[in-house]
């Protein structure tokens, strides 16, 4: 069964310093990725989606599909990128995703 | 504003009691979703909508819920007989594409069943 993890549910860097969110993922068919982000008070919203192989905001994710993982990286973190993240896998049809439980990222100035 | 719009934002609820969410998604979005999302967990597909057509409502955790889109814009979930369990905020997400991925969400009804 398909299945998404984010094994951390707390991340917590300094300003500055590089930010790994990991997500595995388990699924036997041709994988298609995002990730979402949640910032204080406002609503989910989809950040980046792995075919694209866009960088928005200075995070990018790579899927590795030996590994079955698609973590989002920034270098550098920024106070500004404090926020829920979340990993989403598309199954099936073109409307259905899968969720992970979420990491939530505190940067400290 | 332009958003995806829910209604109320926060509910509780006595045990047993019948609730209903609504959902004012974006003018002219053709596809809403609803989610159920527990505390420290993703959100958890429900039903889908194209239009007024409700296609996939696999989600839906008992025949409790209820969800219904008659005129393709406005949608309302309705849980009957509320249990503890139905505790959970509920999304509503829309999108102009026949692609989940794509939606613009709501900021969700946290409902409390007591």
């Known amino acids: 069964a398909q299945r998404v993890t984010q094994p951390e549910k707390l991340l917590s860097v300094f300003k500055g310093a590089p930010v790994e969110l990991k997500c595995n993922y388990s699924?036997?068919?041709?994988?298609?990725l995002f990730w979402y982000v949640q910032y204080s008070r406002q609503r989910l919203q989809l950040l980046l989606r792995h075919i694209s192989r866009e960088s928005i905001k200075g995070f990018t994710a790579d899927l590795n599909k030996g590994e079955t993982s698609f973590h989002l990286k920034k270098p550098f973190a920024q106070e500004e990128d404090s926020a829920m993240y979340y990993c989403a896998l598309k199954y099936g049809s073109n409307y259905q995703l899968i969720w992970g439980a979420g990491t939530k990222l505190i940067i400290k100035p | 504003g332009a958003g995806v719009s829910q209604s109320p934002r926060y509910k509780v609820a006595k045990r047993g009691q019948d609730v209903a969410l609504r959902c004012d998604p974006i003018?002219?979005?053709?596809?809403l979703f609803w989610y159920q999302q527990a505390l420290g967990q993703g959100p958890e597909f429900l039903t889908y909508?194209?239009?007024?057509?409700?296609?996939?409502k696999s989600g839906l955790p008992s025949d409790r819920f209820f969800a219904e889109r008659p005129e393709g814009s406005v949608s309302t979930l309705k849980i009957q007989r509320t249990q503890q369990e139905d505790s959970a905020v509920y999304l509503c997400?829309?999108?102009?594409?026949?692609?989940?991925?794509?939606?613009?969400f709501g900021q969700g009804t946290r409902l409390t069943v007591v």
């Open positions: 997400a829309s999108s102009p594409f026949r692609v989940g991925t794509e939606a613009f």
């Open positions: 003018s002219g979005h053709v596809s």
């Open positions: 699924y036997s068919g041709s994988p298609e």
């Open positions: 909508f194209q239009n007024e057509a409700q296609l996939d």
